[in-house]
């Protein structure tokens, strides 16, 4: 049964290996390839569901670190659930991705990459221990990076992944931070050895350990305020971005709470910090989506928001609605970028949705499925996201948090409304795609001009010829990932029907321990009222979407309405938040002022100065020394002399001093 | 007592005779009559093997290595050609760091007599010169020589071995002297003559 | 008729000396040579003395080894004398400066 633990773990990377050692020769063979390996290792995975989730799990020794230090794989429902959305979705979108990338003179390089994030992801899930997890949270750092930054030729792509890196790395640090203190705490690296101990921890140090590990959950997971990496990151591929930058790494803050609850459990202030993060990253992810025009961008700040949300649940300790919402969302979120993918490709890369609108017409199917995402998201009654997301913002309610119950309720509204507002500006109203720019109010991009102060790039891959456009990708292989994620998108919550007694719950038994409340109960009213409000609200927020994208008297009048609001759209809005603006503030400009003192003063003065002195120095001894080295044997001979002289003298005294 | 004071003036004017002649054959003149003299200061010693090596090798190797190369570089009896003194005032330093250093040699080795030698035994492993089996004798060495100090004398093979090789590179003809010049690049075959012309037709 | 150890010691350093001095103001290389010969037959002979004192041939074998090794420095140092009077004009340890800074 190990075995196949390791086949699992594996299977990706050889896929990987094959598809980098042979990329050129393979072409689109590589995309087979890649999706046979990881959907290969999502069947592997399925099957050994009953060894997971039986008491402790399954587990398999790697190798002996240093001793006591045993480095090993666990699969147990918690990393179970997550094996199964990485390789099951991946391999879904893996499959897409080979229609999507289809003439990509690069589509090699994209699936081995693709592969080797599978494989990171699921390093990062399946060790057993602290330090492999670590390794596999720098590794999706690292394919994400490779991911973003795909298009290397567009100067935008390379700034936004080395953008997120860098926070991702400063998330590293924060649980590096981490794995010191507990292993000098409890003397292990092991969850099983730290939980066992968790006793040696209380008070302010557990406090600074959960502060580290959500450190770590913050970067990666684009909790404020580590979260401006995220909208950049839209800069990849869209597989990318549906894979790694919605279902899958950045939900990998959210696995390291639910991982840790024992824990988090014990520190109620933590809890109490990571809930209100996540609320205010809710929030804040769901009011920028209002003002997004990027279609990407407006699903990539709705998974900040629903990360939020995520945070919120499994840090406040609703670990159970926390990662309900994680598997849902996996399956909406991917179904909708999958989508937006769609129609990209459809319009010759056209991302702006001011550009878009009637294409329910042309594209049916897309338009369905993107409906199905879009309430699967805002939670209408009966989709998936209706069934997590109650039961997250319900759970505050129970743990005693109304004012984030009130945000969470608010948040669902806004969720509605910018959703939707994506719905009816993309699918009804007019064509605007053959409309001048400013017509629609749409400014020269900052960043574009920008663009035109890099060097350019010429690898030998975009010189290469193009793989030929002819044969178009067969319809099926896009819309097939499409249509089963639309499916789960709409099904995927039933798992929970029936709150605490249902099959959800009982597939985490008692992994996550009980999580004593942070303050005392609030529960003012049922959780069917609670249903009702946030239905309700959710409504709203879809009424006034429909009144001012969707009615046909907005319809007709879309292209004014836009113009007028890209133009009037308020400045926070389009600096989002001003947290950019912040961090350069705070910590580029000091840090860029520092490295230019060092540069134009320490450098040359201190370091290069104090080695030019030494060098100075050892040559002005040169200098003196070389009288000494005259060639001559004689006088060589007599320095020798000196030298015994010397030594006689020394043990003649010696000797008469005994 | 007295032959051991006769020897050592010997010892001490041949060496000063040694340094202080001009021309070298005088000088090679002058060690012979050290070694000859330290050959029997060995044997007063007890050293009998020692005391023979001394005469067979020393006189009778290196000092005619010493006296074939001055023979192979000059007649041997006029100075050799000299360049510039370099060093003219280093005697006066060299000779007073040198009374210095024997000044404390001297100081140190009286801080600590010996005392006298132990008296010859015959019937003891001391016996007198010439005897077979006592100590210094050719027996006496020899069983040395052979059993315990194997490996030393194994390796002064070695390293006279080493020392041929040594002395055919540096002063064989194997290797090219460029600035004499001798060696002149060989014709190549094609321009040499032939040896046998074919017959004019 | 026995004569006190130190007298040999003594007289080994006055050897020494001598070979030093020579070594150190000649400038002959083979009379350089020559005293270095010396000052190793002055080390051979305070070795046998203190094998004499000690009754041990031990030193013996010491002398053994310091005149097949200075056999070979006297075979080397030639043949180096004659390999540079082939090359240089003068032959004189002077001449020999290649190696100065």
């Known amino acids: ?658 | ?201 | 008729m026995s004569v006190d150890v130190t007298n040999y010691i003594a007289l080994s350093a006055v050897m020494f000396f001598i070979g030093v001095a020579g070594v150190i103001v000649r400038r002959n290389p083979l009379i350089v040579l020559m005293a270095i010969e010396l000052m190793f037959n002055a080390a051979n002979l305070a070795l046998v003395a203190f094998a004499r004192v000690w009754v041990n041939n031990a030193g013996h074998i010491f002398v053994f080894l310091v005149v097949t090794v200075a056999a070979a420095e006297a075979a080397i140092g030639l043949a180096i004398v004659v390999a540079v009077f082939r090359r240089a004009e003068n032959v004189d340890v002077d001449e020999v400066a290649g190696l100065h800074g």
């Not at chain 1, 990171?120 to 492999?132: I, K, P, R």
């Not at chain 1, 909208?231 to 790494?249: C, K, N, Q």
């Not at chain 1, 406040?316 to 990209?344: C, E, M, P, R, S």
Request: with cysteine.
């Open chain 2, 1 to 201: 007592m007295s032959l051991f004071y006769l020897l050592a003036v010997i010892l001490i004017a041949s060496a000063i005779f040694t340094i202080t002649q001009k021309s070298p054959v005088y000088s090679v003149v002058g060690l012979l009559v050290n070694f000859l003299a330290l050959a029997a200061l060995y044997f007063t010693l007890n050293a009998e093997f020692l005391g023979v090596i001394q005469i067979v090798i020393y006189s009778g190797a290196i000092l005619m290595l010493f006296v074939f190369v001055i023979a192979l570089l000059s007649s041997g009896v006029g100075p050799f050609r000299a360049g510039p003194n370099r060093l003219p005032r280093i005697a006066a330093p060299a000779l007073l760091t040198t009374l210095v250093a024997f000044g404390f040699l001297i100081f140190g080795i009286a801080q600590r007599p010996f005392g006298p030698l132990p008296p010859h035994r015959p019937t003891s492993f001391l016996g007198n010169v010439g005897d077979p089996n006592v100590f210094g004798s050719v027996g006496d060495f020899g069983v040395a020589l052979f059993t315990v100090q194997l490996l030393p004398f194994e390796v002064t093979a070695f390293i006279l071995m080493v020392a041929v090789i040594g002395v055919v590179l540096i002063a064989g003809d194997a290797v090219p002297q460029p600035t004499l010049g001798r060696h002149r690049p060989q014709k190549r075959a094609a321009e040499r003559e032939p040896i046998l012309k074919a017959p004019a037709p």
């Open chain 1, 1 to 658: 049964m190990s075995g196949l633990l390791l086949a699992v773990w594996l299977l990706p990377f050889a896929g990987a290996l094959a598809i980098w050692a042979l990329g050129p020769q393979l072409r689109r063979g590589a995309g087979w390839i890649g999706s046979a390996t990881v959907l290969l290792a999502f069947v592997l995975t399925l099957v050994q569901w009953g060894a997971a989730t039986a008491s402790g799990g399954a587990h398999r020794a790697l190798v002996t670190w240093i001793p006591g230090f045993t480095l090993g794989l666990l699969l147990d429902p918690l990393s179970l659930l997550w094996s199964l959305i990485i390789t099951g979705v991946g391999g879904l979108i893996l499959v897409y991705s080979i229609g999507y990338m289809w003439s990509d003179r690069a589509i090699a390089r994209f699936f081995a990459y693709m592969n080797f994030f599978v494989f990171a992801m699921l390093t990062l899930v399946l060790s057993d221990n602290l330090v492999g997890l670590l390794v596999g949270w720098g590794l999706v750092g690292l394919a994400s990076y490779f991911l973003i930054g795909f298009w290397f030729d567009r100067p935008s792509a390379v700034e936004a992944a080395r953008k997120a890196f860098v926070i991702n790395v400063v998330g590293d640090v924060g649980i590096m931070f981490a794995v010191f203190a507990l292993y000098k705490a409890t003397g292990s690296i092991t969850f099983a050895g730290i939980f066992s101990q968790r006793d040696a921890l209380s008070g302010g140090l557990l406090f600074m350990i959960c502060g580290a590990l959500f450190v770590g959950c913050a970067a990666k997971s684009a909790q404020v305020p580590l979260q401006t990496w995220l909208p950049d990151a839209m800069e990849g591929p869209t597989p990318v971005s549906a894979l790694i930058h919605a279902a899958t790494m950045v939900t990998a803050g959210v696995y390291l709470i639910a991982r840790f609850a024992p824990l988090w459990n014990a520190s109620p202030p933590a809890r109490e910090l990571v809930g209100v993060v996540g609320a205010v990253t809710a929030l804040l992810g769901a009011i920028l989506g209002i003002a997004q025009w990027d279609i990407k961008r407006i699903l990539a700040y709705s998974t900040m928001s629903q990360i939020g949300y995520m945070i919120m649940g499994v840090g406040i300790g609703a670990y159970q609605a926390g990662v309900l919402h994680f598997f849902t969302h996996a399956f909406f979120k991917a179904g909708l970028f999958l989508t937006a993918g769609l129609l990209i490709h459809e319009l010759h890369d056209e991302q702006d949705v001011r550009k878009m609108g009637g294409l329910s017409r042309r594209m049916p199917f897309a338009f369905y499925a993107m409906l199905a995402g879009t309430l699967a998201i805002i939670g209408f009654p009966g989709f998936s996201g209706y069934f997590s997301k109650d039961a997250v913002v319900y759970a505050m309610l129970e743990h005693g948090q109304p004012a984030l119950y009130a945000v969470g309720a608010l948040t669902a509204a806004i969720t509605a409304y910018y959703m939707f507002r994506m719905l009816f500006l993309t699918f009804f109203g007019p064509y605007r795609g053959e409309l001048e720019d400013a017509e629609l109010g749409i400014l020269p991009d900052r960043r574009a001009h920008r663009d035109e102060h890099m060097p350019p790039v010429h690898p030998a891959e975009l010189t290469r010829p193009a793989v030929p456009v002819h044969g178009h990708a067969p319809a099926w292989l896009m819309n097939l990932p499409v249509a089963i994620l639309a499916l789960f998108a709409v099904i995927a919550g039933y798992v929970a029907i029936g709150g605490a007694t249902s099959p959800w719950w009982r597939f985490f038994g008692g992994l996550f321990g009980a999580a004593p409340a942070v303050a005392a109960s609030t529960v003012a009213f049922s959780e069917s009222l609670s249903t009702l409000l946030v239905s309700a609200l959710v409504a709203i927020g879809i009424i006034v979407a429909f009144v001012r994208y969707g009615s046909p008297a907005a319809q007709l009048a879309s292209v004014e309405r836009i113009r007028a609001e890209s133009l009037g759209r308020p400045a926070i809005f389009a600096h989002a938040f001003y947290f950019d603006d912040a961090i350069d503030a705070l910590v580029v400009r000091p840090a860029r002022s520092v490295g230019t003192f060092i540069a134009r003063f320490v450098d040359p003065h201190v370091l290069d100065g104090g080695v030019r002195d030494v060098a100075w120095g050892a040559g002005a001894l040169g200098v003196i020394f070389r009288a000494l080295q005259t060639g001559l044997v004689r006088s060589y001979a007599l320095t020798i002399l000196v030298g015994t002289a010397c030594f006689i003298a020394y043990f003649a005294l010696i000797g008469s001093a005994r």
